[in-house]
């Protein structure tokens, strides 16, 4: 089996406050091929968002948060990586989209500067910054980019805004692009539009995608594989098709219950009972 | 942007009368006036002393007096001082000049310190660093003005750097420009450094806050994970989002500066607004009290007009918001 390009092993991840250690994560283990898709699922606190932020040390520091385990992105330790070495794999090679986009571009900076803000970081020998800014906004389906690289955040809808954090993210064509519950925030029709889009740029690219939601219809059309996370831990991994059609834990055929099929009637709401799961 | 201005502007208008008007009402209600002292001395006639109030309208009911006074306003008389004896008006542009100079020397003073200090504070938040500048800050805020500067003058008086007292020197008038902008200068360090201090504290813990809260904002997080270095994410990323309050507070502190300056002026004996007021005060001068008490809210309504111009410079959410910029 050849190498991947990111494998995380016995992942820990605890948050230090005055109230108490809280365990967040509690030693995982995935990888990423390359050109792969891997979809997160579990319920909103379980760990997601922090493992994503950990594969390149984005975490506040010790004693703050403390993080434990092995991280490797195609071969290199990202643990043990000097803070300038870390700056070339974050947003060159891994890249991240956030689930709020209203409030994850900087308000007082138009959005053409802030892509250009990551092409000169990464990409210096560019000389022309200005057509690749059209260029990268073209890509991801904004209209007269031209004129919206003078536009500033709030001037843009959700939607437009989240492109926007879309083109930023590929602009340095990482290999890797973290997409941390992407459409959580968006109307539904959005949503699929977004979608669509992400689909689109990893036909393009073929890079791979970490993709963290807990919508189990984007999973199933969507990723390669899938793990699900509960309290810190995966407590299931596989392939999409074999976890959907036999999922093997019963937090997993929990939250698969959670879904209504179409043209299924049911009888009444399915809702998760934590204490006999977390047995 | 201009239609906001003018709109802001003509707002003030109607407050000025509201001031003047108040300010005759508690002139009314407060015993005596400009020629109390005067009635006191038995050797002045009584038709003097009815000649003198027909002379300053003291005669007429506080009302009339309003109005009297008003219809000579509009025209930009703001009446006669009674112990300077010269126009109000006139007396009230130097005077406006010297501490609006004071006012603002005080803040630039004070905002050089305190922005870098309140923000290396947020960056080193619950250091030692952080935790002694938050005591001085504290310090400083609760100092009173009036001990600080009688510290300040027996400290000068004693080394003689520098000038005490006054706006300028003796021989001003017959120095070149530049030697008379540092006479000015240095007549201004010791009660813009008095007034400045204790404000300090107070920009000092404002900036700390609001670049706190502005380090937690998700566009930082984005910022970080392009890639970017620290320096660049705190210096430009959160800097340049955290100095928005800091402007819209400006216009509020301002106000802190120019009541502050009262009393700043008053022990360095410098000839502004605040001196002004305080010798008409307990003259009664009934007309300069007036006029200064609305210059001084005249300033800070502009101040606060000067405030909000800024900060739709510096925001683009609120400068292409209310159809300001097109
Ligand atoms: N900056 C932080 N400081 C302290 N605790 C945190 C921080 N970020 C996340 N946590 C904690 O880590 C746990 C996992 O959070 P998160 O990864 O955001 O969950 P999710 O699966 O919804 O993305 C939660 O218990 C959360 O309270
Ligand atoms: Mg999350």
Known sequence: ?279 | MIGFIIRRILALIPMLLGIAFLMFLLMSLTPGDFLTPIRMQRDISDEYIQQLERQFGLDQHWTIQYFLWLKNAVQFDLGYSFAYKVPVAELLGERIFATVLLAISAMVFAWIIAIPLGMLAAIKKGSIFDRLSSILAFAALSMPEFFLGLIAVYVVAQTGILPIGGFTSIEHDYLPWFAQVIDIAKHLILPAFVLGVGYIGYVMRIMRSSFIDTMHAEFVKTARAKGLSENKVMFKHVLRNAINPMISVFGLTFSFLLSGSLIIEIVFSYPGLGNLIYFALIREDQFLVIGSVMMSCTVLVICNLIADILLAWSDPRIRLSEGGAE
Do not use: W
């Not at chain 1, 403390?66 to 990586?81: K, L, P, S």
């Not at chain 1, 879309?166 to 949503?191: K, S």
């Not at chain 1, 036909?203 to 990723?223: D, K």
């Not at chain 1, 509960?230 to 959670?258: M, N, W």
């Open chain 1, 1 to 279: 089996m050849e190498t991947p390009l990111l494998s995380v092993k016995d992942l820990r991840i605890q948050f230090n406050s005055r109230e108490g250690v809280n365990e967040a994560v509690k030693g995982i283990n995935f990888d990423i091929e390359a050109g792969k898709t891997l979809a997160v699922v579990g319920e909103s606190g379980s760990g997601k968002s922090v493992s994503a932020m950990a594969l390149t040390r984005l975490l506040p520091k010790p004693p703050i948060c403390e993080i434990n385990g092995q991280v490797h992105y195609d071969g290199q330790d990202v643990m043990a990586m000097s803070s300038a070495d870390l700056r070339h794999i974050r947003g060159k090679e891994i890249a991240y989209i956030f689930q709020e986009p209203s409030v994850s571009l900087n308000p007082v900076f138009t959005i053409g500067s802030q892509i250009a803000e990551a092409i000169k970081l990464h990409m210096p020998h560019i000389k022309d910054v200005n057509a690749h800014i059209i260029d990268a906004l073209d890509k991801v389906g904004i209209r007269d980019a031209e004129k919206r690289i003078k536009d500033y955040p709030h001037q843009l809808s959700g939607g437009m805004q989240q492109r926007v954090m879309i083109a930023m993210a590929l602009v340095c064509e990482p290999r890797i692009l973290v997409a941390d519950e992407p459409t959580t925030a968006l109307d539904v029709t959005i949503q699929a539009q977004i979608m669509d889009l992400l689909r689109e740029v990893r036909e393009r690219t073929g890079m791979a995608i970490l993709l963290i939601t807990h919508n189990f219809g984007i999973v199933n059309h969507f990723a390669d594989d899938v793990a699900v996370m509960f309290r810190g831990e995966i407590v299931e991994r596989g392939p999409v098709d074999q976890v959907l059609s036999k999922p093997e834990h019963p937090y997993t055929q929990a939250l698969l219950d959670c879904i209504p099929r179409l043209g299924e009637k049911r009888e009444r709401l399915t809702t998760i009972d934590h204490d006999k799961l977390a047995v």
